[in-house]
């Protein structure tokens, strides 16, 4: 029987080229016999960029559009992607088979804050005093993205998932989560999926954890099951 198919979503301000392929994610998969689906979710990498925030309602249902037509898969999703991912799971819990979620911890369960401060920071010309919002102005004006369409983006509605909705969850999930993430504690979100378990990173905060060997390590093992 042919492995699952691997879909690997991205981060906020990210794409499947600088998360995914330049990390070497994909060469990985290759080697493991993985073919992978491609996603780069709306406003982001190869997709349109529309500016206006009513055009980001359904990037969840974009995004399982796309996984529609392969059956059941596996996926990795990163950050946004991985919270993405999660809803996914809640909503069509049959879709799926392993998923990793890699930077998403306990804050999923949140309200979420006002997204002003990063909205002001994509577009506005001063150079924030925060570390975090510094990182995401430099990486919204990098390579291929439009700041304009990622604010749009962080400007949608997005459905809270509570800890009782992760019942529902029927996939295997492996969370990995830096030890130094700005997300800093992943139990309660462990606790809240039957299936799931923690890997933490030492040292590793949430922008690295892509990128690094014990991250990349640890989800090739937990989807080769």
Request: hydrophobic fraction near 45%; proline fraction near 6%; aromatic fraction near 6%.
């Amino acid at each position: 029987m042919p492995a699952r198919p691997v879909a690997l979503v991205h981060g906020f301000t990210s794409s499947f080229e600088h998360n995914w392929r330049r990390t070497g994610w994909v060469d990985i998969l290759a080697d493991e016999g993985r073919d992978v689906i491609e996603i780069d979710m709306l406003g982001h990498g190869r997709s349109d960029k529309p500016t206006d925030p009513r055009a980001y309602e359904h990037v969840d249902e974009l995004v399982a559009a796309a996984l529609a037509p392969h059956g059941l898969v596996d996926a990795v999703g990163f950050s946004a992607g991985g919270e993405l991912l999660l809803r996914l799971m809640v909503r069509d819990p049959g879709r799926f088979g392993r998923v990793v979620l890699l930077g998403v911890g306990d804050t999923v369960f949140s309200e979420k804050d006002s997204a002003a401060p990063l909205i002001a920071a994509l577009t506005g010309d001063d150079e924030p005093a925060e570390i975090t919002l510094r990182v995401f102005q430099r990486l919204a004006r990098g390579e291929g993205n439009d700041p304009e369409a990622l604010a749009a983006f962080l400007g949608r509605h997005v459905e809270a998932v509570r800890t009782e909705d992760c019942a529902a969850v029927t996939a295997s999930v492996l969370v990995v989560l830096g030890e130094r993430d700005m997300h800093p504690t992943a139990g309660a979100l462990v606790a809240a999926i039957p299936n799931a378990t923690l890997v933490t990173l030492p040292g590793v905060d949430h922008f690295a954890t892509p990128g690094d060997f014990g991250a990349i390590d640890a989800a090739i093992g937990f989807l080769a099951g």
